[in-house]
């Protein structure tokens, strides 16, 4: 089991920014994991299914949604043991509990396979 801590959410003003970060912790096999796979970040908003926001791959290639591309930024850290989700120009639709999770491709690009979540971080944009 991958060991993860989302981090990094807050309340902020409509055209803030925030970076969430995303924590392999517990043990090496987590570390290695988040450095052998590729890490998602997703968002679930109230009411709503959760939805895959961004995602890299283990050698830097990302995705992201097409809604959000352009004001998100999805990056890893140099020991490879975070990766990062930078928001720019948050607007209040962006308001959710925001998730990561390591694992293959098409599971990171599949969010229902995953059947286990963190606690996540919450991101409220409001003025």
């Known amino acids: 089991q991958v060991q993860l801590v989302e981090s990094g959410g807050g309340l902020v003003q409509p055209g803030g920014s925030l970076r969430l970060s995303c924590a392999a912790s517990?043990?090496?096999?987590?570390?290695?994991?988040?450095?052998?796979?590729?890490t998602g970040w997703y968002r679930q908003a109230p009411g709503k299914e959760r939805e895959l926001v961004a995602a890299i791959t283990n050698n830097g290639v990302t995705k992201y949604a097409d809604s959000l591309q352009g004001r998100f930024t999805i990056s890893r850290g140099n020991a490879q043991n975070t990766v990062y989700l930078r928001m720019n120009s948050l607007k209040p639709e962006d308001t959710a509990v925001y998730y990561c999770?390591?694992?293959?491709?098409?599971?990171?690009?599949?969010?229902?396979?995953?059947?286990?979540w963190g606690q996540g971080t919450q991101v409220t944009v409001s003025s």
């Open positions: 517990g043990s090496a096999d987590s570390i290695r994991a988040m450095a052998w796979y590729a």
């Open positions: 999770k390591v694992g293959p491709i098409e599971m990171v690009l599949n969010p229902s396979r995953f059947t286990t």
